[in-house]
């Protein structure tokens, strides 16, 4: 096999590179929610980890990796772009998106004759947020609804997304490069057996010894297909997990070095095992790969190449930069901005820390009150405002489906917070981290079926502080999931008349009338939410909806296009704006507005085909036109997802009787008239009893 021979100068000196095969393959594994100290190779107090610590035995293990954010999507933004948040403007998980005139590492790899895959496991990484870009295969095929009803969570577990990477490997006849991203340690901490039982008192550290068995049935496909000796190998965490540590439950709040410090293992051809005590991120990951493989890298990389590591250099001592703005952008609360260099890690907030990380890692020891920060505050302005900055290039809008979705994790997510210009100690996320830990206890209350324990939470954090929204928009969702619809209304009233101009409150409350049948008083909420913040989807879509139920076809069409502009492949929306054409097509005789609808009702299909009611609008254009048998597939579709829909059960019971197939048609009205029982009127159940009477002539 042909080798390239690779010798770069390096801070004016000269090293070698490892001998590298010339069609070596690039394995990136990144395991959600993962603390160094959970690895048997950096710490063998918690779980062990044996097929990760192999990988560690036989490739450099680096003591201080960090990451350069505590979430999910930004954290692998700033890995494969290798550029940090400043740059690229992902900050957090709703509303960002990597634009397209970044170049990621699967684009520098396809270019270069890599085949690309990623196979990732949980929404925040869904392709809609632009990670997707240089893959051939970009499978993120987790579940669209819960895995697990008691969480309201959905995710893809490590078996199954390692089994769909290990499928796409199996066939692969040149070099590669594949991504996989598992999700399992990430809260709640839920293993499967028989990690359930031996963690019983650590389930997070049961999460990681499953991930770790999960991936050792990749790396044994290494070693029985021929691969391992030509592949290098990147095993990394997104971020850590706090478990308690300075008062956060989680991660993405604050930014110590339980959330930021991360394990970063490289192994491959020619690297020998070595431990590495230099300070090293994300960013550098990028570099790495392209100088290891012997491409060439994009002009404006941020990090540094890692490789003189691995023939025992120093590497060279930089600043590295983190932030922690889930706070700032969703509630309004003080941005978190710092770096690390030479052992002091400088955090910026409206009460500044300053830790001595060679002497204190776990940050116990503030030195921000005895030393003069002018030196500290004028690099980390100089981090964030390079001349390659653009801080609002990754923006999105954010859709109702990622709103919904991100609720589920814990995460509230506003379209738009009116922020301070300024800070104070009030606003300091050290001062306002008990109310944020009370609000994640609360929503583990619910999850585990403690409502009453949960609603006392809420209610205590509506006190404490009124103009905290998240509080307000959990525990009318919880009273929504009760059935207690008065009194979760009740709580998103307290919430409008209590913080009037912010909008996730405003917005909320106006949706949640529209949904519970007030149709006025929502509509005139709703229209004073759209003054201050036209860029919703769901906003246009609850008026379209109210305009559409008082029969105002004019504002429902108008009201729904402007959802649609804002969201095009929104499945709901698509569907009520079919409705909408439908009707209006019957009323004006309008032949346009039903081929509207009919591309409208497939276009929702396309974007969830499990979506029963547009199966069933479809079919209603279909027989308006006269094509009666694909109505009534339509119809048979739509009772498949859900047998117990009415209208389907109606129509398709109209149409086979039209067709002349009455013993269809009497089976559709009799489960019609079981599945309406005591909610139908005399006049309704005389009509099914009539049309039942002619299917039996």
């Not at 049961?206 to 290494?222: H, I, T």
Request: aromatic fraction near 10%; proline fraction near 5%.
């Amino acid at each position: 096999m042909k080798k390239l021979a690779l010798t770069l100068f390096f801070l004016g000196g000269l090293y070698s590179l490892p001998a590298v095969a010339a069609e070596t393959n690039l394995l990136l594994i990144t395991i959600d929610t993962l603390r160094p100290d959970r690895l048997s190779c950096y710490n063998p107090k918690f779980v062990q980890t044996p097929e990760l610590d192999a990988v560690a035995a036989r490739g450099v293990l680096f003591e201080k990796a960090f990451a350069h954010t505590p979430m999910t999507l930004p954290s692998h933004a700033n890995i494969l772009l290798g550029l940090t948040p400043p740059v690229h403007g992902v900050s957090e998980n709703s509303r960002s998106v990597v634009v397209g005139d970044f170049t990621t590492l699967a684009e520098v790899l396809k270019q270069n004759g890599y085949a690309t895959g990623a196979f990732v496991s949980a929404f925040p990484l869904d392709s809609r947020f632009g990670l997707d870009q240089g893959f051939d295969v970009y499978d993120d095929s987790y579940p669209a609804k819960p895995t697990d009803p008691l969480f309201n969570y959905s995710e893809r577990t490590a078996e199954k997304t390692v089994a769909a990477a290990r499928a796409w490997l199996a066939g692969q006849k040149g070099k590669w490069f594949c991504w996989i991203h598992v999700w399992d340690p990430h809260a709640p901490y839920i293993p499967p057996e028989p990690f359930r039982t031996k963690y019983a008192k650590d389930l997070y550290s049961g999460e990681v010894a499953y991930a770790d068995r999960e991936m050792g049935k990749l790396l044994a496909d290494g070693k029985a297909n021929g691969w391992t000796g030509k592949t290098l190998v990147v095993v990394t965490g997104d971020h850590g997990e706090s478990l308690g540590e300075h008062g956060e439950a989680t991660h993405s709040y604050f930014a110590y070095n339980s959330t930021i410090h991360v394990p970063l293992i490289i192994a491959g051809p020619g690297i020998k095992a070595a431990r590495i005590k230099d300070a090293v991120s994300h960013v550098d990951l990028f570099p790495t790969a392209c100088e290891i493989l012997g491409i060439a890298p994009p002009a404006g990389l941020q990090g540094k190449s890692l490789a003189p590591a691995f023939s025992g250099k120093s590497l060279e001592a930089r600043p590295i930069y983190f932030e922690a703005l889930e706070a700032y952008l969703n509630r309004g609360w003080a941005p978190l901005h710092g770096y690390l260099e030479n052992g002091k890690k400088f955090i910026d907030l409206p009460i500044p820390e300053l830790y001595d990380l060679d002497k204190d890692f776990d940050e116990k020891a503030n030195l921000a009150s005895g030393t003069d920060l002018a030196a500290y505050k004028k690099k980390l302005e100089a981090l964030r405002q390079s001349p390659a900055a653009r801080p609002t290039q990754g923006n999105r809008r954010v859709d109702a489906e990622t709103r919904d979705r991100l609720r589920s994790l814990g995460y509230l997510v506003s379209p738009v917070t009116k922020v301070k210009s300024k800070f104070g100690p009030a606003d300091d996320l050290k001062t306002l981290c008990p109310l944020d830990q009370k609000l994640t206890i609360a929503e583990a209350y619910r999850r585990t079926g403690k409502i009453a324990e949960s609603v006392k939470l809420y209610e205590d954090l509506i006190k404490a502080k009124p103009d905290f929204a998240a509080p307000y928009d959990f525990l009318y969702q919880l009273y929504r999931q009760q059935n207690l619809l008065d009194e979760g209304l009740s709580v998103l009233e307290r919430g409008y008349k209590a913080n009037p101009d912010n909008y996730i409150l405003v917005a909320g409350y106006g949706i949640a009338l529209v949904k519970a049948g007030r149709l006025d008083a929502g509509t005139a909420i709703l229209e004073k939410a759209a003054g201050s913040y036209d860029q919703d989807a769901e906003l246009w879509n609850s008026l379209g909806i109210a305009a559409f139920q008082k029969g105002n076809l004019t504002k429902a069409l108008d009201y729904f296009q402007r959802a649609i502009a804002l969201a095009p492949g929104d499945a709901l929306i698509n569907d009520n704006f079919g409705a909408a054409l439908t009707r209006n097509a019957l009323k004006n005789k309008s032949a346009s507005d039903l081929d509207r609808a009919l591309a409208v009702y497939q276009a929702s299909i396309a974007a969830d085909p499990t979506l029963a009611s547009a199966h069933n609008g479809l079919g209603g254009v279909y027989m308006i036109m006269g094509r009666r048998d694909e109505a009534i597939q339509s119809w048979e579709k739509a009772l498949a997802l859900n047998p117990n829909y009415d209208m389907a059960l109606y129509n398709v019971g109209l149409a086979y009787l039209g067709k002349g197939e009455k013993d269809k048609a009497l089976k559709s009205f009799r489960a019609y008239l079981k599945v309406r029982g005591l909610s139908m009127t005399e006049a309704e159940r005389a009509e099914i009893n009539g049309l039942i009477q002619q299917c039996q002539k």
